[in-house]
C-alpha cells in the first residue's frame, strides 16, 4: 500500500511526491477531524512524500505533526517576509517543519505558490481561504484530494465544481479515509504526472545546464 520509495529515472532519483494538505486554520473544529488529519500526516510520511502546507495553525498542522511524528519531511509556504513576521505578525507555527518559505505574499498571495508547489493537493475543513486555494488548484489542473467528513468549504466543493461547469484538466478524488484518499492520489500520480515528468527529462541532463 502506498510507495515505498521514490520513483526511479534510470539510476538517479526521482524528486519525491509533494503533497499539499490546506484547510482550516481556525474555528470551531471537532476533535476527530483533527484526528483524521493528524492520521493523514503519518500516512504522507510512511509513504515517503513531502508534506507542504501554508504554515499555518489548525488543520494543516495538525497534519505536519502526523507528518513529523514519523520523521516525514515537511515544507512551510508562508505568508511572511521572514521569521520575525512569520511569528509575530502572523502568529503561524514554527514547529515541525524542515524549511519555512518566506514568500511575503500575505495570506492570500501566498497561496499561488503554495498550490503550485505540489504534485497533489488535499482539502479538508476550511472557510474563504481554503475556498481561494481550491479554486487555484481547479484552474491550473491540480490533482485534488477531498477528505470527506470533515465539514466547513469541503462539504461543498463537489458541488461547486459542478457549478463551475468547466473542465480545467484537474482530477478530483474523494473519500473519508486518509489512506485510501493517497492510495486514490497516488494512482492519478502514477498513471498521469509521473510519466509526464519523465518524458520531460528523458533527454535532458539531470544537472542541469549552466548559463552561457
Same mark, same amino acid.
Given at each position: 500500500?502506498?510507495? %515505498?520509495? +521514490?520513483?526511479?529515472?534510470?539510476?538517479?532519483?526521482?524528486?519525491?511526491?509533494?503533497?499539499?494538505?490546506?484547510?482550516?486554520?481556525?474555528?470551531?473544529?471537532?476533535?476527530?477531524?483533527?484526528?483524521?488529519? &493528524?492520521?493523514?500526516? +503519518? #500516512?504522507?510520511?510512511?509513504?515517503?512524500?513531502?508534506?507542504?502546507?501554508?504554515?499555518?495553525p489548525?488543520?494543516?498542522?495538525?497534519?505536519?505533526?502526523?507528518?513529523?511524528?514519523?520523521g516525514? *519531511?515537511?515544507?512551510?509556504?508562508?505568508?511572511?517576509?521572514?521569521?520575525?513576521?512569520?511569528? *509575530?505578525?502572523?502568529?503561524?507555527? *514554527?514547529?515541525?517543519?524542515?524549511?519555512?518559505?518566506?514568500?511575503?505574499?500575505?495570506l492570500?498571495?501566498?497561496?499561488?505558490?503554495?498550490?503550485r508547489?505540489?504534485?497533489?493537493?488535499?482539502?479538508?475543513?476550511?472557510?474563504?481561504?481554503?475556498?481561494? $486555494?481550491?479554486?487555484?488548484? &481547479?484552474?491550473?489542473?491540480?490533482?485534488?484530494?477531498?477528505?470527506?467528513? %470533515?465539514?466547513?468549504?469541503?462539504?461543498?466543493?463537489?458541488?461547486?465544481?459542478?457549478?463551475?461547469?468547466?473542465?480545467?484538466?484537474?482530477?478530483?478524488?474523494?473519500?473519508?479515509?486518509?489512506?485510501?484518499?493517497?492510495? !486514490?492520489? #497516488?494512482?492519478? &500520480?502514477? $498513471?498521469?504526472?509521473?510519466?509526464?515528468?519523465?518524458?520531460? *527529462?528523458?533527454? !535532458?541532463?539531470?544537472?542541469?545546464?549552466? $548559463?552561457?
Amino acid at each position: 500500500m502506498g510507495l %515505498t520509495q +521514490r520513483p526511479r529515472l534510470g539510476d538517479d532519483l526521482f524528486p519525491r511526491m509533494t503533497v499539499g494538505v490546506m484547510g482550516s486554520s481556525g474555528g470551531m473544529i471537532p476533535p476527530e477531524v483533527f484526528d483524521r488529519l &493528524y492520521e493523514l500526516g +503519518r #500516512e504522507i510520511a510512511r509513504r515517503g512524500y513531502v508534506l507542504i502546507t501554508g504554515a499555518c495553525p489548525g488543520l494543516p498542522h495538525e497534519a505536519v505533526k502526523g507528518a513529523k511524528s514519523l520523521g516525514g *519531511v515537511v515544507v512551510g509556504v508562508s505568508p511572511a517576509l521572514n521569521f520575525e513576521e512569520h511569528v *509575530v505578525k502572523f502568529h503561524s507555527p *514554527v514547529h515541525g517543519y524542515d524549511a519555512l518559505i518566506y514568500t511575503g505574499s500575505g495570506l492570500m498571495g501566498r497561496e499561488i505558490e503554495n498550490i503550485r508547489s505540489c504534485d497533489v493537493v488535499v482539502f479538508a475543513g476550511g472557510r474563504s481561504g481554503t475556498l481561494g $486555494e481550491f479554486a487555484i488548484a &481547479y484552474d491550473e489542473s491540480k490533482v485534488i484530494g477531498i477528505l470527506e467528513g %470533515t465539514d466547513g468549504i469541503t462539504a461543498h466543493l463537489q458541488q461547486i465544481v459542478s457549478l463551475v461547469n468547466k473542465d480545467t484538466g484537474a482530477v478530483v478524488v474523494c473519500s473519508h479515509d486518509p489512506g485510501e484518499l493517497l492510495d !486514490r492520489l #497516488e494512482h492519478v &500520480y502514477q $498513471e498521469h504526472l509521473l510519466p509526464h515528468y519523465q518524458k520531460l *527529462v528523458a533527454d !535532458r541532463d539531470p544537472d542541469g545546464v549552466l $548559463e552561457v
